[in-house]
């Protein structure tokens, strides 16, 4: 079956209260990126909620074929965010998750789909909710970099936050974003995907990490944690095969590139 259409969206006012579904990979690996969104979010005087029970989003059940282990998950998640506040996902392969594939696990149970549904409204990835609702505007305090922006196949094309992420980079007035060949395509990673065919994904990120050197970025920058750990972690493979000590190609997520180019303090430094 092939991927949902996401529906036409309808943004709301700017709310006082959000919830943060902070994605596993986050949660595990980079904090920091989930913390730095919480600071771009109460910065523009919105309360963050972080349910404390949250977990898997179930997609590496759903993409792997096991769609009653990943409803399981699924269902979790449905009974935490009580309130009618947005639930806001720094990722757009969970934010997809949620929005597109949840109403369609639970089909068969009307009381069940109509609150997956219902949630499915409320989920915006974290760019999208910077740009749509909140009107992200801030000072670039940083110096003059070049950075390539890698987008996720979810974010691109579940969720069209990969122009939301291009738009908000495009508020930063000290940053060049070069644009690689060929952005669209994938980097590998694909959640299971790279566990069950690491030849093939590690074929396809070689040559994402290639387009990314050869547009002289001192840096990548993704909203995607998955695709980052991957891109990074393949040129820091090479870096190590060529005896090179110092990243030569590091990454950030787009939560903590964008607070530390718009925090005075941060920014100064960087």
């Known amino acids: 079956m092939g991927t949902p259409a996401a529906p036409a969206r309808t943004y709301p006012d700017k709310p006082g209260d959000v919830y943060l579904f902070a994605t596993c990979l986050i949660d595990q690996f980079s904090p920091q990126a989930g913390l730095d969104a919480v600071r771009l979010l109460e910065r523009e005087g919105i309360r963050v909620h972080y349910p404390q029970a949250q977990t898997c989003c179930g997609q590496p059940a759903h993409s792997s074929g096991y769609p009653d282990e990943a409803r399981a998950v699924a269902l979790h998640q ?75 196949c979810h974010a691109r094309r579940q969720m069209g936050s990969h122009e939301t992420s291009a738009a908000l980079l495009d508020t930063l007035s000290h940053v060049n974003v070069l644009e690689q060949v060929r952005i669209e395509e ?9 566990l069950l065919h690491p030849e093939i994904s590690e074929a396809i990120v070689t040559d994402k990490v290639a387009s990314i050197r050869d547009t002289g970025a001192q840096s990548v920058v993704s909203a995607d944690c998955g695709c980052l750990l991957n891109i990074t972690g393949r040129a820091a493979r090479q870096d190590e095969l060529l005896g090179i000590s110092e990243p030569s190609l590091p990454g950030e997520h787009l939560a903590s590139f964008l607070w530390r180019r718009t925090n005075a303090i941060a920014g100064a430094k960087s």
Not at 186 to 194: A, I, K, Q, Y
């Open 78 to 152: 449905l009974n935490l965010f009580s309130q009618p506040w947005p639930v806001v996902v720094p990722s757009g392969s969970c934010g997809g998750m949620i929005r597109l594939h949840y109403p369609h696990l639970f089909v068969d149970d009307p009381v069940l789909h109509a609150k997956a549904l219902a949630l499915a409204e409320r989920v915006f990835e974290l760019s999208e909710f910077l740009v749509h609702v909140v009107n992200f505007n801030h000072e670039d305090q940083g110096m003059d970099c070049t950075v390539a922006l890698h987008t996720s």
């Open 186 to 194: 994938c980097c590998g990673f694909g959640g299971t995907f790279s």
